[in-house]
């Protein structure tokens, strides 16, 4: 999905992006969970490493989580242009509009999701192979192993 506004012209600050992966891991379904999320500057360096315990919950619970304190973590970071990363298809595709979201949980968390989308002026999400996200996996069962 995409989203654009208006880009700053030559007067304003050279826009911050990043590039962000997440995952989600729950060790049944539901399970105990966690969260990764892994946050490189425009330069391919690395800005910021989480990894969340998220309790008991399902796997694409875990996946919009580690999605949505990404989007706060950006916030944070003051970034304008996103390119989110994720191996979950189906959040990839709900968020893009392929897919509805059906479940009622799930409609909380994809518009949570959404509202904080909103903050930025330009962002893309998608879907990788899980071999492309495994740093952001990494983390994800190291929350669950550490309880963190």
């Not at 242009?81 to 897919?99: A, I, P």
């Not at 059906?102 to 962002?123: C, G, I």
């Amino acid at each position: 999905m995409s989203n654009r506004r208006d880009l700053p012209g030559k007067d304003r600050a050279p826009l911050k992006q990043l590039s962000i992966y997440t995952d989600g891991a729950s060790r049944g379904n539901p399970g105990e969970a966690g969260a990764g999320v892994i946050i490189y500057n425009e330069h391919g360096e690395l800005v910021k490493k989480v990894k969340r315990y998220l309790g008991t919950t399902t796997n694409n619970v875990a996946e919009y989580s580690a999605l949505i304190i990404a989007l706060e973590e950006a916030q944070a970071l003051k970034g304008d242009v996103l390119h989110l990363f994720s191996d979950s298809e189906l959040m990839v595709r709900q968020l893009n509009g392929t897919y509805k979201v059906k479940d009622s949980k799930m409609k909380v968390l994809a518009n949570e999701a959404r509202k904080l989308l909103a903050h930025f002026m330009h962002y893309t999400i998608s879907a990788i192979e899980r071999k492309k996200n495994k740093e952001a996996d990494t983390l994800a069962n190291l929350a669950i192993d550490e309880r963190s």
